[in-house]
């Protein structure tokens, strides 16, 4: 009657047993805020395709408390999954020049710094400076 | 030698005799640079000798006495009691079924070790009198942090994708399959591909990265996944979309 014994993993709480987990999950959660705020900027264009007054009206609601708290929110969550995400560049994209591998760092370095100048030229455009 | 006293918290099972598992709590002196394991051997001893768990090397080598130790994936010899305060659990590895006490059951692992075919698989038969295969000091390194496995099952155990869905090939063999497409002599990729670029394969992999935070030898088993899920996404672009499947 000897037989094994299968300890379950709680399939949703699973991510309690240790922070590593949370960390994980909120990175997975950030997602949510980065479609959600895709889903805000279709409903943008289209009040701008409706017209000047439907867009008067759509700027309005931007000035509103509720979307305020949405839009910081959503910088919060969309600069966290950037960096988890340019931090892991590096383990997946190793470069290996001659014998040595280029340190991880400059590697996700080099995604910041695409990342800020990408940012600067995107709010040069807008006609932010 | 200065010792201290240490309570453990150690979960049992009996497969003959339990339905269910229980923690039995012991308390033994230990010299202050101990580990884990010296206590489970002191433990054994002088206290319990129906104790049940695995090691060999005491020296983080065999990778055999892996189990978690207050919720995390460690090697108990390498556990050292100075850094735990109070009660330390004790539980056998998680994600593996229990044999007795600590003891687990490998035989998922070892299967699907298996199935990566971890072996050079030369590119075309070459015969003994041809001399042996060369490598640039350059080609070793591509590949060999990946070679440091000791089979302990700690990125298992620390996987919460493997615990979810076991069918997931997992973080050290789909590692050792990597570390052997990535060598020069090697010529047996696309028989792994099948393997390890599957569903069951590196795509199951969410990228929690625990593997990587729990491996004892930095084999770094989550930059092995991520460099398979990308040499694997340009198979499938050069078989999709490129003019005659980019050969």
Request: contains cysteine; glycine residues 6%.
């Amino acid at each position: 009657m000897s037989k094994p014994l299968i300890r379950e993993v709680p399939p949703t709480s699973w991510y309690f047993r240790h922070p590593r987990y949370l960390r994980y999950m909120a990175r997975e959660i950030t997602s949510l805020f980065i479609g959600a705020y895709c889903v805000f900027l279709v409903f943008a264009m289209h009040s701008l395709a409706a017209g000047p007054s439907s867009y008067e009206a759509f700027l309005l609601t931007l000035r509103s408390p509720a979307s305020i708290a949405f839009h910081v929110l959503a910088l919060v969550a969309a600069l966290y999954h950037a960096a988890t995400w340019f931090n892991a560049t590096q383990k997946a994209m190793p470069i290996q020049l001659g014998e040595e591998f280029v340190p991880g760092n400059l590697i996700s370095g080099a995604h910041y710094l695409a990342w800020a100048v990408l940012s600067i030229a995107i709010l040069f455009l807008a006609g932010v400076f | 030698m200065k010792e201290r006293l240490v309570q453990l918290e150690v979960l049992r099972y009996n497969p003959d005799t339990d339905t269910t598992a229980h923690f039995q709590r012991y308390e033994v002196s230990c010299p202050e640079e101990g580990v884990v394991l010296d206590a489970l051997n002191k433990i054994k001893e002088t206290i319990d000798p129906t104790l049940n768990y695995r090691w060999s090397c005491h020296m983080a080598v065999c990778g055999s006495c892996g189990m978690m130790i207050n919720g995390e994936p460690k090697l108990s010899c390498h556990a050292f009691l100075r850094e735990y305060d109070g009660v330390i659990r004790v539980e056998p590895l998680a994600h593996f079924p229990v044999e007795r006490d600590l003891v687990t059951a490998p035989d998922d692992f070892i299967e699907k070790l298996k199935r990566v075919k971890p072996y050079l698989i030369p590119k075309a038969p070459k015969p003994i009198s041809e001399g042996e295969y060369l490598q640039t000091p350059a080609q070793l390194k591509k590949y060999h942090r990946f070679t440091l496995c000791i089979n302990c099952m700690l990125c298992y155990a620390a996987c919460p994708e493997y615990g979810l869905t076991p069918k997931f090939i997992g973080p050290a063999a789909i590692s050792l399959a990597h570390r052997y497409n990535l060598d020069s002599r090697d010529g047996g990729r696309d028989a792994r591909q099948e393997v390890i670029a599957s569903k069951e394969g590196v795509w199951e992999c969410t990228f929690v990265g625990a593997c990587s935070e729990v491996c004892p030898v930095h084999v770094d088993p989550a930059s092995a996944l991520q460099q398979v899920k990308i040499a694997s996404s340009i198979d499938w672009i050069k078989e999709h979309l490129l003019p005659g499947g980019g050969k």
